[in-house]
T-cell receptor, first 116, second 113 residues
Framework: NAGVTQTPKFRILKIGQSMTLQCTQD?????MYWYRQDPGMGLKLIYY???????DKGEVPNGYNVSRSTTEDFPLRLELAAPSQTSVYFC???????????????FGPGTRLTVT | QKEVEQDPGPLSVPEGAIVSLNCTYS??????FMWYRQYSRKGPELLMY????GNKEDGRFTAQVDKSSKYISLFIRDSQPSDSATYLC?????????????FGQGTELSVKP
């Protein structure tokens, strides 16, 4: 199993450009998440999904959009990129069955995005 | 007040030292407590997992939860240079749509040979 994969690894965007961060998991997990990590700030949840066709906002959703058309894929779309979106973005997934460690989140390697 | 507070460090210790990492939280509904380890330029990985109060030991690592004080700790015995990483506490309530976790800010640990 490759686990959670993310592309690209690095990207530089100009202000106002758009892009899609790709995330794929091969563990047949129901739940998927997008986080951003800024220095000294921990992980902030952007969006999450509990299954194909179902998404919901997290703590910091403004400026982002998501879709979940399949169990495996959960792309994150940035429209009109701004310098405040410079960050490291992590995708994660979890099994999402009832209780306990089924909610353990497995993380991808991250995408480093710079907006200038 | 943030839901979860964690001293960001950085923390530097000599090899072989005992390390104590801590988080406090404000939400009494939190029941599941986790510690993630994140090496530089990598994604976080689950290190320890505890349900409700008490201690859990795994090799050189011990996780403690004190729900009465809303305080959790991770102890690392005989620390090694390979333990150098950022440690993130995370927690969630029992009833929680989507299994969402609330993370602390992370503590950067450096173990010097």
């Amino acid at each position: 199993n490759a686990g959670v994969t993310q592309t690209p690894k690095f990207r530089i965007l100009k202000i106002g450009q758009s892009m899609t961060l790709q995330c794929t998991q091969d563990m047949n997990h129901n739940y998927m998440y997008w986080y951003r990590q800024d220095p000294g700030m921990g992980l902030k949840l952007i969006y999450y999904s509990v299954g194909a066709g179902i998404t919901d906002k997290g703590e910091v959703p403004n400026g982002y959009n998501v879709s979940r058309s399949t169990t495996e894929d959960f792309p994150l779309r940035l429209e009109l990129a701004a310098p405040s979106q410079t960050s490291v973005y992590f995708c994660a997934s979890s099994e999402g069955l009832a209780g306990g460690l089924s909610y353990e989140q497995y993380f991808g390697p991250g995408t480093r995005l710079t907006v200038t | 007040q943030k839901e979860v507070e964690q001293d960001p460090g950085p923390l530097s210790v000599p090899e072989g030292a005992i390390v104590s990492l801590n988080c406090t939280y404000s939400n009494s509904a939190f029941q599941y407590f986790m510690w993630y380890r994140q090496y530089s330029r990598k994604g976080p990985e689950l290190l320890m997992y505890t349900y409700s109060s008490g201690n859990k030991e795994d090799g050189r690592f011990t996780a403690q939860v004190d729900k009465s004080s809303k305080y959790i700790s991770l102890f690392i015995r005989d620390s090694q240079p390979s333990d150098s990483a950022t440690y993130l506490c995370a927690m969630r309530a029992f009833m929680n749509q989507g299994g969402k976790l609330i993370f602390g800010q992370g503590t950067e640990l450096s173990v010097k040979p």
